[in-house]
């Protein structure tokens, strides 16, 4: 069964950090390109980071978290990672995975995607 599971959502302090993993099952992540996206109540779902395939191991970042969030991955473990400090209350959402043959900004381009894992930024 072809699935995308994610985990380490939780409540966070503003300043605070999580780690974000999205792991694998029924085929080989590090084939494709895996993105991070977010959606907050009543926006819509917008890109945050991407890590290429292997053949093209670029990393993207959304302006708004460049220098705050670092994506990995580790092929041995057929998971990916979405590091994030210093957390600020906007960076509050629904987090989701997704594994496509590139990065994208088109959410149509991704063919897996998980159920998505709660961050939020609050004191």
């Known amino acids: 069964q072809v699935q995308l599971v994610e985990s380490g959502g939780g409540l966070v302090q503003p300043?605070?950090?999580?780690?974000l993993s999205c792991a694998a099952s029924g085929f080989t992540l590090d084939y494709y390109a895996s993105g991070w996206f977010r959606q907050?109540?009543?926006k819509e779902r917008e890109g945050v980071s991407c890590i290429g395939s292997p053949s093209d191991g670029t990393t993207y970042y959304a302006n708004s978290v460049k220098g705050r969030f670092t994506i990995s991955r580790d092929n041995a473990k057929n998971t990916v990672?979405?590091?994030m400090n210093s957390?600020?209350?906007?960076d509050t959402a629904v987090y989701y995975c997704a594994a496509g043959p590139r990065c994208s900004d088109y959410l149509s381009s991704y063919n897996?995607?998980?159920?998505?894992?709660q961050v939020t930024v609050s004191s």
Do not use: C, F, I, V
């Open 15 to 19: 300043g605070g950090s999580l780690r």
């Open 40 to 42: 907050a109540p009543g």
């Open 81 to 83: 990672y979405l590091q």
């Open 87 to 90: 957390l600020k209350p906007e």
């Open 112 to 117: 897996y995607w998980g159920q998505g894992t």
